[in-house]
């Protein structure tokens, strides 16, 4: 039997390589874990902050866990809110972004199946306004 043991915290936060930093820490575990078919990811979003952008991930569907706090998602044109151990499923054709809730938010996100096609589209200032 083999297996892969990682403390996702021990990851390294790759936010600051992207100037999203001290609001947004984002820990993607995918090779700290030897994963071939999906990824694994740990987000920290400050309170109220808003991702700066959108993104899509074409075949690849995201699984979002709230593990603490709460957060306000925008799915295309719809805001959820959701609160801790809520769970969404997105999937990869949807334009996604959250912002964070009064006490900010600590996120698990899964996706599959894993694929150079499946790489995330951007769209920088995706949600501007409710």
């Known amino acids: 039997m083999s297996y892969t043991v990682v403390n996702l915290k021990d990851v390294e936060d790759m936010a600051p390589k992207f ?9 993607f575990a995918k090779k700290s874990l030897e994963l071939e078919n999906q990824g694994v990811s740990y ?3 400050a309170p109220g902050f808003r991702q700066p952008f959108g993104h899509r991930h074409g075949p690849q569907e995201e ?8 957060v306000r998602m925008k799915l295309e044109d719809e805001i959820v ?24 938010a600590e996120l698990i996100v899964v996706g ?19």
């Open 63 to 70: 699984v979002y866990v709230v593990v603490s706090g709460s």
């Open 43 to 45: 987000f920290r979003i």
């Open 19 to 27: 100037g999203l930093s001290p609001n947004i820490e984002a820990r």
């Open 81 to 104: 809110e959701l609160r801790s151990w809520d769970a969404i499923r997105v999937p990869g054709s949807v334009t996604r972004c959250y912002e964070g809730g009064p006490n900010g």
């Open 112 to 130: 599959a199946p894993l694929e150079e096609a499946s790489a995330a589209e951007l769209l920088k200032d995706w949600w501007q306004q409710d």
